[in-house]
């Protein structure tokens, strides 16, 4: 019976640990950082910290050691390699060290 309730309680705490900026089971964070959303996977933490706004137009989005996220004036700059200029609606997805943009509408 401890056994049953080991487990019961394990799921809960995991489960707790989940939410549509956090997901611990599928290692997968999500943000708005200033006007996009960004999608970090391969991201295994209980907590993620906050995109930081570091001046006009410009913001960080550091949610694990290997994804560092910069937006400064819509240009993208992801781990020190440059994305471009992004569009307003646009929203990025870090997946496993590779960078996609979703052109919105």
Known sequence: MSTIR????SAMCLLMSCSRSNNLLLGRVEATVGTHRVVVTDCY????????????????????RDADV???NDDLVVNGQAYGHLKPTDSVLVDHSVVSVDRGS
């Open 70 to 72: 910069l937006i400064r």
């Open 45 to 64: 933490r209980t907590s993620v910290p906050r995109p930081m706004k570091l001046e006009d137009a410009a913001y960080r989005f550091t949610p694990c």
């Open 6 to 9: 080991l487990c019961c309680l």
